[in-house]
């Protein structure tokens, strides 16, 4: 587990987070603005850190979860549906290559109009994650990766129709 910005700098804390508590984050860092969720990537565990990142964010802090949607990792986008599920205190605003990021709802609107300001020629979509808009940044591959993924997933497929 990483905790991520404080206004103090950058503090970083090794070990797993289901031994790290509320309390000791606030005592050693204080309230955070950045808190990346990087860690177990199995669903339990990567609840129990986004509900530790969401004890400890400023109201206008941000979460990046990382590894959502990953093929390697369904576990965490699992964790985050299970997560919007049950009445969130953060949600998803963006996504940029290999995060999501959530905040508050007060913030959703600053920050995604921040970042289509800022990275309008990055945009590749706006969509709804779980039911919330997001803007996707950066995220769709080229033109070769998508050929090559294409040539991998027929690949299998076709190894699959051969043994059935």
């Not at 070990?15 to 790290?20: E, K, P, Q, R, T």
């Not at 400890?56 to 965490?76: H, K, M, N, Y």
């Not at 290559?97 to 945009?123: D, N, Q």
């Amino acid at each position: 587990m990483k905790l991520v910005s404080t206004t103090k700098g950058i503090k970083v804390i090794k070990g797993s987070s289901v031994n790290v508590s509320t309390e000791r984050l606030l005592a050693e860092g204080g309230r955070v603005r950045m808190f990346s969720v990087d860690g177990s990537h199995m669903e339990p565990d990567v609840l129990s850190d986004i509900a530790l990142a969401e004890s400890v964010l400023t109201e206008d802090g941000i979460i990046a979860l990382d590894d959502c949607f990953s093929e390697l990792w369904p576990e965490v986008s699992a964790a985050l549906a299970r997560h919007l599920y049950d009445s969130p205190r953060t949600i998803p605003f963006a996504v940029v290559p290999g995060k999501v990021l959530m905040c508050h709802p007060s913030m959703t609107a600053r920050y995604t109009t921040m970042l289509e300001g800022s990275f309008a020629p990055r945009i590749d979509r706006r969509a709804h994650v779980y039911g919330y808009p997001v803007t996707l940044f950066g995220v769709r591959p080229s033109a070769a990766r998508q050929r090559l993924e294409k040539i991998r997933a027929f690949a299998v497929l076709r190894w699959l129709l051969r043994r059935i």
